[in-house]
């Protein structure tokens, strides 16, 4: 596969603090990126998306920032909570591998109460 | 958002059996779906994307013979592990495309496969 096998970081955060999830993307040809939030023994959920053309887009409590000059995505999420402890994936779709989505190595979010 | 529901979400089997896990698109029609499988702490490894209708297009390493996937219709793929090894314990997540969500990938609850 195309997705990267590595063990994964891990950042911890102070309750209420800001967090910034880090990624670096391979394809300069991807014209579309998502953030995943995982659960422990769960699927991916969808947190926020964003297209090639533009560079910053806002959630509920959650920005995520894309450099395409240096292939680089960011997810920050405003004032942390508990239940914002999970893995953290950011994926790129690939429109010349048939529109393929392909993740990146991930970030494990502990939460500090 | 659009639902995928995905059964088993957990199985064991012994050595050389097969095991088959399915993957439901519940609301909507999805004419190609993925299946990614995880090891513990490590990240999604896209295996083959489902074509409905077509033959399953596999990622490169991915053995077809040893994992068969069937798109039958537009709402259900299927993946089976064939004689299944301990080394094929893993957590297997399918994904599905909603065309009427501006193409947005919805993913199953995952499946858990221990093979003894």
């Known amino acids: 596969g195309e997705s990267v096998g590595l063990h994964l970081p891990t950042l911890s955060v102070q309750e209420g603090d800001n967090s910034i999830i880090n990624c670096a993307y391979s394809?300069?040809?991807?014209?579309?990126f998502i953030w995943y939030k995982q659960e422990s023994g769960k699927g991916p959920q969808f947190i926020i998306d964003i297209r090639s053309n533009m560079d910053k887009r806002q959630g509920q409590r959650v920005t995520v920032l894309l450099n395409k000059t240096v292939k680089h995505l960011s997810l920050q999420i405003a004032a942390t909570q508990p239940g914002d402890s999970a893995v953290y994936f950011c994926a790129e779709n690939i429109k010349e591998y048939g529109n393929k989505l392909v993740f990146g190595a991930g970030t494990i979010l502990r939460v500090k109460s | 958002g659009a639902v995928v529901s995905q059964h088993p979400s957990w199985v064991i089997c012994k050595s050389g059996t097969s095991v088959k896990i399915e993957c439901r698109s519940l609301?909507?029609?999805?004419?190609?779906m993925f299946w990614y499988r995880q090891f513990p702490k490590q990240s999604l490894m896209l295996m083959a994307t489902s074509n409905e209708g077509s033959k399953a297009t596999y990622e490169q390493g991915v053995e077809k013979d040893k994992f068969l996937i069937n798109h039958a219709s537009l709402t259900l793929s299927t993946l089976t592990v064939t004689s299944a090894h301990p080394e094929d314990s893993s957590f297997y997540i399918c994904?599905?495309?909603?065309?009427?969500?501006?193409?947005?990938?919805?993913f199953g609850s995952g499946t858990q496969l221990s093979v003894l």
């Open positions: 609301d909507f029609q999805a004419t190609t």
């Open positions: 994904s599905a495309r909603d065309p009427q969500a501006n193409e947005k990938l919805f």
């Open positions: 394809n300069s040809a991807s014209d579309y």
